[in-house]
């Protein structure tokens, strides 16, 4: 008696949390919601389960992309000393002057500088980005004692670099860099999305010409051109209604709580180790010699398909105001020649 009364009051526990509301989503979740609204389709926001149907999506989604920014190596710093003295810096810049050009050219630290955030602190953070090319040439080796000519080479070199989000704080640098990269989840989803609706409007003016074309043929005599025209219209009036309901508001907020449970596919970092000299050229690790370096770095795989090498940067305040008003002057000259 005393075991069915316990099943029956476990039975009935079991139903009561069944019939629970499910606890509010966290205000992370509320705002990749909003996120969600703004940047994929408005639409979603109206349909029927839109916040029960993404929640748990988002929730895994924002602790990917959590820990894509928890991963990325640094703050380094990022200036002339750097790179004589730190062999990624100076495998990321071609000269020192560059690293000036970068931080006046850069609308991020311009916008920065111009700020009072700026007066918070001597230092401020950001998300370093470069691509790193690759080009094969001939040049001089040496082999023991022996000096060779016309060796083939590989020599490694960093392009495009750029910051973004500059903020003294580096906790509040990383919370945007979490909120950028669900944007950037969200904006491959769109990307998918705004294709669909491409072919759609494709298959649409297809099957119109179509149904013109056998308007015309249904005047003559019966025959294999008039089946074969009205087989292609069948095919795109199928396809048409496929598509069609793929772009249905229901069947995007399906595909994009299956697209955000695997983000993975869209965006993700991976480990890069390469060796390299004071030139750039790929060689053999070798611990004696002071010009040869390893270098490990993430690299990440963009929305736009390329790959970017990633890493936390911090810049002195005061060289970025220098470098802002350094090409300034440049350009000014520039115009007035």
């Known amino acids: ?125 950001a998300l370093f980005a470069a691509r790193r090319h690759v080009k094969k040439q001939l040049g001089m080796a040496r082999h023991g004692d022996v000096i060779h000519a016309d060796v083939p080479q590989e020599v490694v070199y960093f392009g495009d670099q750029l910051l973004l989000e500059p903020d003294c704080q580096l906790a509040m640098l990383k919370e945007k860099l979490r909120l950028r990269t669900l944007d950037s989840l969200l904006l491959t989803f769109r990307e998918h999305v705004d294709a669909l609706r491409l072919e759609r409007d494709g298959l649409r003016a297809d099957a119109s010409v179509e149904r013109a074309h056998l308007t015309v043929l249904r005047g003559q005599m019966p025959g294999e051109e008039q089946a074969l025209h009205t087989r292609h219209l069948t095919d795109l009036e199928a396809k048409l209604r496929t598509t069609a309901e793929s772009l249905m508001p229901d069947q995007i907020l399906e595909a994009l709580a299956t697209f955000l449970m695997h983000p993975e596919a869209s965006l993700s970092t991976h480990e890069t180790c390469i060796t390299i000299d004071r030139m750039g050229i790929v060689c053999d690790a070798n611990p004696d010699d002071s010009n040869v370096s390893t270098l490990d770095f993430p690299e990440m795989r963009g929305r736009d398909k390329r790959i970017y090498m990633v890493v936390l940067a911090r810049i002195r305040r005061t060289e970025a105001e220098a470098a802002v008003d350094l090409v300034r002057d440049q350009q000014r000259r520039f115009m007035l020649i």
């Open 1 to 125: 008696s005393t075991l069915r009364q316990g099943h029956i009051m476990s039975l009935f526990s079991a139903v009561v949390d069944f019939l629970k509301p499910a606890p509010p989503p966290s205000p992370q979740v509320v705002k990749a919601l909003e996120r969600v609204a703004e940047l994929v389709d408005p639409l979603l926001k109206s349909t029927s389960g839109f916040e029960r149907r993404l929640t748990m999506p988002l929730q895994h989604a924002l602790g990917y992309c959590e820990g894509l920014v928890a991963g990325l190596p640094g703050p380094i710093d990022i200036d002339r000393e750097s790179f004589s003295r730190d062999p990624l810096v100076h495998a990321l810049f071609a000269t020192a002057d560059d690293i000036d050009q970068m931080l006046g050219r850069s609308q991020a630290v311009r916008d920065f500088v111009a700020s009072a955030e700026r007066l918070e602190s001597d230092t401020f953070h």
